[in-house]
Structure formats: C-alpha cells, structure tokens
C-alpha cells in the first residue's frame, strides 16, 4: 500500500487580494546576503566571504493575522461561549482527534455567489454522492471562491453555509469543517445587502454562530478542493500551537492509502 498526499492549503502570500485590506499579510525577505551581514555581526572577526559563496540565512519576517491563508478557526471566534452556555474553547484547546479523520468532500461550485446552503442542501449533496456522515468526519466544502483565490473578487466568491447547514452537520458529530472561500459563511457583500433589505441580525454569521449551540471549527481559504474525490480520504489539520488564540495557521493536507 502507498500513501498519496495532496496539499488542500492556499499559499500564504503577500500582494494579493486574499483578506480584507486591513487584515492583508505582510512579508519582508531577508536573502543570504542579508544573512551573512547578519552573521558578521554575530561572530566577531568573520567576513562575509568566508562562508560558503557568501551566503548566510535566508529569513522572513512576517506581518499577519491568525485568519490569513490556510487557518482553522475554534470556537472561541465565533463567540464567547459553546455548547448552550460553556466556555468556548480557543485554539490550542481543540481537541486533536478532532484535527485527523476521514474527509468528505461537498461540491457546491455550481451555487451562486452569495448563496446560503441549507440543511437540505446538505442532505441533497450527500444523497448524491452517497455518503452517510459518521461523528468526526472532517466535511470540505468546494464553492466557486475556490478559483478566484487571489483575483480582486475573492471576498465576494462563492456560496455560504448558512445556520442550520451547520447545525445539520455538527448534529451528527462532525466537528470540524472547511471552505476554500474567504468565510464559512456567505460573502459580507452579499450580507450587507440582505440585512439592509430586511433588517435581520440573525443572517450575520449564522453559520459561525451556530457554534454557540454546538461547538466546532472550521477551515477558510482551504485550495485545490477540485481535486479530491467526495469521499475516500483522510484529511489532516492539526492547527499551530498560539495561546488563547481565535484560530491557528494549518497545512491542511488530504491523504489517500492506495
């Protein structure tokens, strides 16, 4: 048996159009020119040409949000308690078998921009593909954002997983989700529109907030979803360590045992 990986993460990159502008990464890069100066400095006596050709370090210094590229978001994001009234737990509290199991993947491509998913869209999708979700299944959803990652339209591609799509799926015990959109749910733009028609603060962030009866997390800016197959494959992401945090960077990675 040998074991396939393909990388579901969206590179993290500056100057391009992946956040909202004030929340874009920023990336200074340090060359190996720059990191032999460094290393004169810190061995006194040395020159620069006695390294090998030259060179030292390469380093990036990096300017970013937890929420930039590839991240999982805990509960604590979504608000301040889970579970009906519970502490919600941030993002080095998530559970890590919650982080490695099965993969089931949701292709929503043909749904319109600003489109919210219900429960029985979700219902529908599985009866297609002929899947029955099992506690732990880690749900991927595939929208039309997928593509226009880094185009001026990202922030507003794609559909949105709407209130009781999300309770449908963690209903079931499936505690972790993922989009290769901006948001787990709708497109502000799209939001912003709707309220100002109707009024309503229960559409903003429905989906997140639906973490409030059950917690869970979910993946944004997940990449290359079109790839995988709708089922059949482990998914893997185990979010970085940062105290008390909102969300974590992952490499989200799906694996396959041939």
């Known amino acids: 048996m040998t074991r396939r990986f393909i990388d579901i993460s969206a590179g993290l990159k500056a100057g391009i159009?992946?956040?909202p502008a004030p929340m874009l990464p920023q990336i200074?890069?340090?060359?190996?020119?720059?990191?032999?100066?460094?290393?004169?400095?810190?061995?006194?006596?040395?020159?620069?040409?006695?390294l090998p050709g030259g060179a030292g370090a390469a380093v990036e210094t990096?300017?970013?949000?937890?929420?930039?590229?590839?991240?999982?978001?805990?509960?604590?994001?979504?608000?301040?308690?889970?579970?009906?009234?519970?502490?919600?737990?941030?993002?080095?509290?998530?559970?890590?078998?919650?982080?490695?199991?099965?993969?089931?993947k949701f292709d929503f491509r043909n749904k319109p921009d600003g489109y919210v998913?219900?429960?029985?869209?979700?219902?529908?999708?599985?009866?297609?593909?002929?899947?029955?979700?099992?506690?732990?299944?880690?749900?991927?959803?595939?929208?039309?954002?997928?593509?226009?990652y880094g185009n001026p339209d990202f922030l507003h591609k794609g559909c949105g997983m709407g209130r009781e799509a999300t309770l449908f799926l963690t209903r079931q015990g499936v505690r972790v989700t993922g989009t290769d959109a901006w948001s787990w749910d709708a497109p502000f733009s799209f939001t912003a529109k709707r309220f100002a028609e109707t009024g309503?603060?229960?559409?903003?962030?429905?989906?997140?907030?639906?973490?409030?009866?059950?917690?869970y997390c979910h993946m944004e800016k997940l990449g290359n979803l079109e790839a995988l197959p709708s089922h059949g494959f482990t998914v893997s992401c185990f979010p970085v360590k940062i105290h008390k945090a909102s969300a974590g960077w992952t490499r989200a990675v799906a694996i396959f045992n041939d």
């Open 17 to 19: 159009a992946s956040d």
């Open 28 to 50: 200074i890069y340090s060359d190996h020119k720059n990191g032999a100066e460094t290393f004169v400095k810190q061995f006194p006596g040395l020159k620069a040409e006695q």
């Open 62 to 104: 990096v300017t970013i949000s937890t929420h930039n590229g590839t991240h999982l978001d805990a509960p604590w994001h979504f608000h301040p308690t889970m579970n009906n009234g519970e502490r919600a737990i941030t993002i080095d509290e998530v559970p890590l078998e919650w982080c490695f199991s099965d993969g089931v």
């Open 117 to 148: 998913c219900s429960a029985d869209d979700m219902k529908r999708e599985l009866d297609r593909i002929g899947y029955t979700l099992k506690p732990l299944d880690i749900v991927l959803v595939n929208t039309a954002a997928g593509k226009a």
């Open 200 to 215: 309503d603060p229960s559409i903003i962030w429905e989906g997140h907030k639906a973490g409030m009866e059950i917690g």
